[in-house]
């Protein structure tokens, strides 16, 4: 049986880990493959890992995200070393032959039927979404997601013809502690949560 990770862990990952508006130092290739290594671990249903991701590094890259960005959420996502996209596949239902192998009639509970595609591709790539921050956080990188942009002139520009569309972008790099905003509230169990 697996023990709790030690408490620096859980702080990395939680506690002291923050949303951050100004990201700096810089990001590897490795490390993004190192991201996408861990998140992809994370549980969808049926394994259908919808999640699509662009990681938006060069500065040619960085001027297609431009157009699309909210004023408040456009001088740092230029300035951060990557932003992801992270998009999810309304198409994802096609790989199911071989990500869930074990039940070959699975792409026929989504083929034609649009309501329950769009639910299960957003529930799981907001799921898959969460993997990556966590991923991030555990391998020392930090993030800033955004929801503050136009997804159709995200989809448009970096998804066209295709059936990918944009959920939230998440720039990465090592934060600034001191550009922080106080940590704001959060609810209590009690607020929250119920045990039947
Ligand atoms: C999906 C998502 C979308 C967000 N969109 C924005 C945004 O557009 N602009 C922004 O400045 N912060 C955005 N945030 C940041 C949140 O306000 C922040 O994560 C929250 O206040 C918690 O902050 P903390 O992690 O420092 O405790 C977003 C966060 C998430 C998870």
């Not at 938006?56 to 909210?70: F, G, M, T, Y």
């Not at 993030?143 to 059936?163: L, R």
Request: hydrophobic share 40%; proline share 6%; net charge positive.
């Amino acid at each position: 049986m697996a023990t709790a990770l030690d408490s620096a862990a859980q702080d990395q990952i939680f506690r002291t880990a923050r949303t951050h508006n100004v990201l700096g130092g810089s990001v590897t290739d490795q490390q993004l493959r190192d991201i996408y290594q861990l998140m992809i671990l994370g549980p969808t249903s049926a394994n259908c890992s919808p999640a699509r991701i662009v990681f938006v590094r060069s500065r040619q890259a960085k001027e297609r995200l431009r157009p699309a960005l909210s004023s408040t959420n456009l001088d740092k996502t230029m300035a951060a070393p990557v932003t992801a996209i992270i998009a999810y596949d309304l198409e994802f239902y096609e790989r199911l032959p071989v990500l869930f192998p074990h039940n070959p009639d699975a792409i026929n509970w989504f083929k034609g039927n649009a309501a329950v595609i769009q639910t299960t591709a957003f529930r799981n790539g907001s799921l898959q979404g969460a993997y990556f921050i966590i991923a991030a956080r555990a391998l020392g990188l930090d993030c800033g997601p955004m929801s503050g942009f136009d997804n159709a002139k995200i989809d448009a520009e970096f998804f066209p013809d295709s059936k990918i569309k944009s959920n939230f972008l998440c720039n990465l790099g090592v934060g600034d502690p001191w550009k922080l905003f106080p940590r704001s509230p959060r609810m209590s169990f009690e607020q929250v949560c119920q045990i039947a």
